[in-house]
């Protein structure tokens, strides 16, 4: 019995141990786990089947905004609130993940960090069905960028964030608001260097695949998927043809690593043929099974 109240005085003493807090434990555990961290920096994480809501979850963890790490949370309803995620107090954030379930309806996007710059320490930033209004929070030195069915996004805010994340490891971008894509006339002026780019990943439409990989230069990439849609009626150009002026010597790179060709025809996920590190999936009403 002494032992067993040693350990558990060390356990309760111990903030490092509390600091990992998911809302699947319930309200009593994240209540008792927050009082208990000290100073420490805590990690959230909230999955879309909890029985705690988001609304609930994060008021408990409010307290303690100042200390937020990571934020992890998965909705099926779209919270009232993102808590402190809307205020300028989690500057200790370097990890942020929002996802909803399903699509949203067309709506307003979200302002996050009280309409300012995003948390200085932020590296990693993924959001899915999520509106979220991306240029207010000036986002810089990232190291991974996921953003998926995500709408109010310009092409000028997507290249901003690259030219300003140079350390850039991970990269994909699917159905990204396309209808507000706006490809700037004649191009841009400079090349974007990623030298840490290793994976990369489109699901958009052929021209602003072309554009994004004829501005992006990645001497490190070791994967590359593009995946896009052709209508039968609306038939699109090649993705490398004409060739890209400058991604050439990293698709033959890619290629390089081949030692087979893998050909995978599936609807209506779309065919897929993957060359070593590049893979393309097309999906078309002609490739019905």
Known sequence: MLVCRIWKAIIEGTPSFWTHIEAIDG????????TKTGESLIDLILDCDDSLSADEFLAEVSGKVSRWRSVEL?????????????TSACHSLEKVTLKMEDLLPSTLPLALFDRGPS???LK?????????????????NLSSLVLIDVHYIGMDDVLLVLRSSPALVT???EEV??????IPDGGVELPILLESLTTCQFQLSI???????SVIHSPSLKYLQVYYWIEDSFPEPS??????????????????????IEVQFEYPAGSSITFGGFKTIIASPSLRG
């Open 239 to 260: 993705i490398f043809s004409p060739p890209i002026s400058g991604f050439e010597p990293t698709l033959k790179r890619l290629l390089s690593t081949a030692k087979h």
């Open 74 to 86: 998965s909705f099926k309803i779209l919270p009232t609130s993102f808590g402190g995620l809307q």
């Open 207 to 213: 021209p602003l695949i072309r554009f994004l990989l």
């Open 171 to 173: 990269l994909e971008l």
């Open 27 to 34: 309200l009593k555990h994240v209540h008792n786990a927050v």
């Open 124 to 140: 990693d930033l993924y959001l899915s069905n999520i509106p979220v209004d991306l240029a207010p929070m000036q986002l810089s």
């Open 119 to 121: 948390p200085a320490g």
């Open 177 to 182: 608001a396309i209808a507000s894509l706006n």
